[in-house]
């Protein structure tokens, strides 16, 4: 389950529009969505906002040096960008994209080795975030250890 402490609100709202119309994959949040007015979607998306998103830890603190670089620098042989280049440099993101600065480590983890397998696959209805596939490809699995390891101790 993601942290969603201090997260963007126009991206919460997307997301959980994506969860409504199945572009994203998951049916307990597609209960949950489905049955969101507008103005409560928007309310809650904005309390969200507002809570402490200081960071838990459990991540593998040995492991940040090298997430650090990667968001910052990206993986040239695999034409990863730097993360931070749409996130932002502190990870808060802005609008529509997520803030990534304080997510637990597992849960990152999981959503970059899982990416395309979680995404809804109905061409008429393309998820917003289908950007993110060939990066989340284009890490190892000890790249997104990394990554994830650098994010979770971020504030």
């Given at each position: 389950?993601?942290?969603?402490?201090?997260?963007?609100?126009e991206?919460?709202?997307?997301?959980?529009?994506?969860?409504?119309?199945?572009?994203?994959?998951?049916?307990?949040?597609?209960?949950?969505?489905h049955?969101?007015?507008?103005?409560?979607?928007?309310?809650l998306?904005e309390s969200f906002?507002?809570?402490?998103?200081?960071?838990?830890?459990?991540?593998?603190?040995?492991?940040?040096p090298?997430?650090?670089?990667?968001?910052?620098?990206?993986v040239?042989?695999t034409?990863?960008?730097?993360?931070?280049?749409?996130?932002?440099?502190?990870?808060?993101?802005?609008g529509?994209?997520p803030?990534?600065?304080?997510?637990?480590?597992?849960?990152?983890?999981?959503?970059?080795?899982?990416?395309?397998k979680?995404?809804g696959?109905?061409?008429?209805?393309?998820?917003?975030?289908?950007?993110?596939?060939?990066?989340?490809?284009?890490?190892?699995?000890?790249?997104i250890?990394?990554?994830?390891?650098?994010?979770?101790s971020?504030?």
């Amino acid at each position: 389950m993601p942290r969603l402490a201090g997260q963007q609100p126009e991206y919460l709202q997307s997301q959980l529009q994506a969860f409504s119309e199945r572009r994203r994959v998951n049916p307990v949040m597609f209960n949950v969505a489905h049955v969101l007015k507008p103005g409560m979607l928007t309310a809650l998306a904005e309390s969200f906002q507002n809570l402490n998103p200081k960071p838990l830890g459990g991540e593998p603190r040995e492991l940040i040096p090298a997430g650090k670089k990667i968001f910052e620098e990206g993986v040239t042989a695999t034409n990863v960008p730097a993360c931070a280049s749409c996130h932002g440099e502190d990870a808060k993101g802005q609008g529509a994209m997520p803030r990534l600065a304080g997510q637990l480590y597992e849960y990152t983890t999981r959503k970059l080795v899982n990416w395309s397998k979680e995404r809804g696959q109905d061409p008429a209805k393309p998820d917003s975030s289908q950007v993110m596939e060939p990066i989340a490809k284009g890490l190892t699995p000890q790249q997104i250890s990394e990554v994830a390891a650098y994010l979770g101790s971020l504030e």
